[in-house]
């Protein structure tokens, strides 16, 4: 058994194991969705011992309300007082080691009275009267519903409160793993000079989207299957801002931020999102319509033809001579360096 059970590690790109150690580093509570057996359990192992924290599994479906919210304690003087509530074991030991992941394990499985418990656990970091320390971080596991015995779809109140990650198993990471090789967990590299930049830069995008998108600043989901999953709010719209800014910093692909700005606010907004910030990147029209000859258009079919649009929409707010033979030197710039068939739109509404 000890021969079976030695395994290695070793550095390789894996998306969702990227974007779960992002988001613990970020201090935002992270629950994993996958089904039974898919591997949840075994990344939060790895992802303990690469981070160098005491992993603490607590089974939420096998304890009560008073497990997370503590137990009434009567002391000598309780009108004066008041009565505490005492915190269980494992609490206990998370604050006198003064830093841990806590790993909530089979919370789609947890009665409604104890997930509303958890409330406090997840938002206010505190367990009975003990406040758990600034270097624990919370992860949690749940399985859909369909797959959970007796499962229980999450309350919306505590559903917004996390960043949601689907696991799903890779082919050749399950392979390699059985032959002994797992992919290692990497912490993500900030880089101090890129942080003040990556933060504004991240609130240009998330403040200019909602701008322009205010319907979505809050939208609870009408089905009681999405509301368990992630859905806009102030609340995760600033987990979605958070992650943006660190992913930002540490360099992360597109991706990864993808898939940590989808599990804080949801496909729909998250997609909308990500959009926005593609045309953010967009060159100003005006400054192709000044210098078309050296016009430095994007790569990407849909950024590259959004760009032309940019510029079409220009000229025809200030419709002069100049600027419409300026604005066919940009179209032809684009034929220059990139497919021709991107050109048919904007070459038609010029």
């Known amino acids: 058994m000890t021969l079976l059970r030695a395994t290695v590690t070793e550095p390789r790109p894996d998306e969702q194991l990227e974007a779960l150690t992002l988001a613990v580093a970020a201090d935002l509570p992270v629950l994993l969705w996958g089904e039974p057996g898919i591997g949840k359990t075994a990344a939060l192992t790895q992802l303990a011992e690469t981070l160098g924290l005491p992993l603490t599994t607590v089974i939420a479906s096998v304890h009560e309300p008073t497990d997370f919210s503590g137990l009434p304690i009567v002391g000598d003087d309780p009108e004066t007082r008041g009565v505490p509530m005492a915190p269980p074991q494992w609490a206990v030991e998370l604050v006198r080691a003064g830093r841990g992941l806590l790993f909530l394990d089979e919370l789609s499985t947890a009665t409604p009275a104890v997930q509303a418990a958890l409330l406090r656990v997840v938002l206010e970091r505190r367990v009975g009267a003990l406040q758990l320390p600034p270097g624990v971080r919370i992860v949690a596991a749940a399985n859909p519903r369909a797959s959970a015995a007796d499962g229980?779809?999450?309350?919306?109140?505590?559903?917004?409160?996390?960043?949601?990650?689907?696991?799903?198993?890779?082919?050749?990471?399950?392979?390699?793993?059985?032959?002994?090789?797992?992919?290692?967990?990497?912490?993500?590299?900030?880089?101090?000079?890129?942080?003040?930049?990556?933060?504004?830069?991240?609130?240009?995008?998330?403040?200019?989207?909602?701008?322009?998108?205010?319907?979505?600043?809050?939208?609870?989901?009408?089905?009681?299957?999405?509301?368990?999953?992630?859905?806009?709010?102030?609340?995760?719209?600033?987990?979605?801002?958070?992650?943006?800014?660190?992913?930002?910093?540490?360099?992360?692909?597109?991706?990864?931020?993808?898939?940590?700005?989808?599990?804080?606010?949801?496909?729909?907004?998250?997609?909308?999102?990500?959009?926005?910030?593609?045309?953010?990147?967009?060159?100003?029209?005006?400054?192709?319509?000044?210098?078309?000859?050296?016009?430095?258009?994007?790569?990407?079919?849909?950024?590259?033809?959004?760009?032309?649009?940019?510029?079409?929409?220009?000229?025809?707010?200030?419709?002069?001579?100049?600027?419409?033979?300026?604005?066919?030197?940009?179209?032809?710039?684009?034929?220059?360096?990139?497919?021709?068939?991107?050109?048919?739109?904007?070459?038609?509404?010029?």
């Open 152 to 350: 229980w779809e999450l309350s919306p109140p505590l559903a917004n409160r996390f960043v949601h990650l689907y696991w799903v198993h890779d082919r050749e990471v399950v392979v390699r793993g059985l032959g002994g090789v797992w992919p290692r967990a990497e912490l993500p590299r900030l880089l101090p000079e890129r942080l003040s930049e990556a933060v504004a830069y991240a609130r240009r995008a998330v403040c200019g989207f909602l701008e322009a998108r205010p319907t979505l600043i809050h939208r609870l989901p009408s089905t009681e299957t999405r509301r368990g999953g992630a859905w806009p709010s102030p609340r995760s719209w600033e987990a979605a801002l958070t992650l943006l800014a660190f992913g930002t910093a540490a360099g992360v692909s597109k991706e990864v931020l993808a898939l940590l700005v989808r599990g804080a606010v949801g496909d729909g907004p998250g997609f909308e999102l990500l959009a926005h910030i593609d045309r953010m990147d967009l060159p100003d029209p005006e400054s192709l319509l000044a210098d078309p000859a050296s016009a430095e258009l994007p790569e990407r079919g849909d950024l590259r033809q959004a760009a032309l649009e940019a510029v079409v929409a220009a000229v025809g707010a200030r419709p002069r001579r100049e600027r419409w033979e300026a604005g066919w030197a940009v179209l032809v710039r684009a034929l220059e360096t990139g497919a021709p068939d991107l050109l048919v739109a904007p070459a038609t509404a010029l």
